[in-house]
């Protein structure tokens, strides 16, 4: 029996060492072909400067990806402080207005689970049509509706799921000497604080990283955008549409694109990971 639990732990073990070094293997030969290939393509001017006219000509000199990195910025940057706003007062109403036990707590948790599941160019394709109904063209706008309600439903379940683990004293205390719920509100932000920084971490690279709902809504332009009516280019469309072109030089720009990308996804985790550390010196335990 202690010779078959052995081999169970030793066979278990190797499993968990095996899909680590297959996760690890795949991570370093993407960011290896990213680097290899866009590092070619990358210039001062590929970061300073608007598309010219012969940019997907391949033509040398041509301009850079200013405007796909601002209208990344935007759209980025609008829609997750919106989705903030929207799903803190959910996952608050939730977790401290509700029952544990709430029947509609559970039928609103199943729909953001379901939510949380749906392809991103359904969300595309349903803020699409709504543009289409109130007569609007692609915009600015456009995508950071479309990126907000797509990436609420990753706030929403990924804090509620902290929210759940809060210690129930905490609340009781605060409840014991005369607080409203709604005073208690700020005093369950404070322990969730570094759950919120998890879950806009996620958030921020699941909409930065994002084609398929900004391709229909957000459109594609080689300026930038100055009004919320105007289009605006985004990474990942610069990626898709140059790695499409059959010219050799296009290609390999859309790997300096995917590698500027990369790049910013990066800064934003770490930085993300040393505000979520600071807050949870807060927390406690």
Known sequence: ????????????????????????????????????????????SMLTELPRSGFFLGQANSGGLLNAIVGSLYIVGASTLLGLLVSLPVVFYINIYLNTKSKFAYIARLVYDVLFGIPSIVYG????SIMVYLGLHSSLLGGIIVITLLIIPIFIRSMDEIA???????????????ATRLE??????RQIAPGIGTATLLSIGRAIGDAAGVMFTAGYTDSIPTSLSQPAATLPLSVFFQLSSPVKAVQDRAYAAALILTVIILLLSIG??????????????
Not at 184 to 189: D, G, K, N, S, W
């Open 1 to 44: 029996m202690r010779k078959r639990t052995y081999f169970e732990e030793l066979f278990f073990k190797l499993l968990m060492l095996l899909s680590t070094i297959v996760v690890v293997t795949c991570v370093l030969s993407i960011t290896y072909t990213i680097i290899r290939t866009g590092w070619k393509s990358m210039s001062w």
């Open 125 to 128: 394709a349903f803020g699409f």
């Open 164 to 178: 759940r683990q809060l210690p129930r004293d905490i609340l009781d205390v605060t409840y014991s000497l005369g």
């Open 184 to 189: 208690v509100v700020p005093v369950a932000l």
């Open 272 to 285: 993300g990971r040393l505000l979520t550390n600071h807050f949870s010196k807060n927390q406690i335990k």
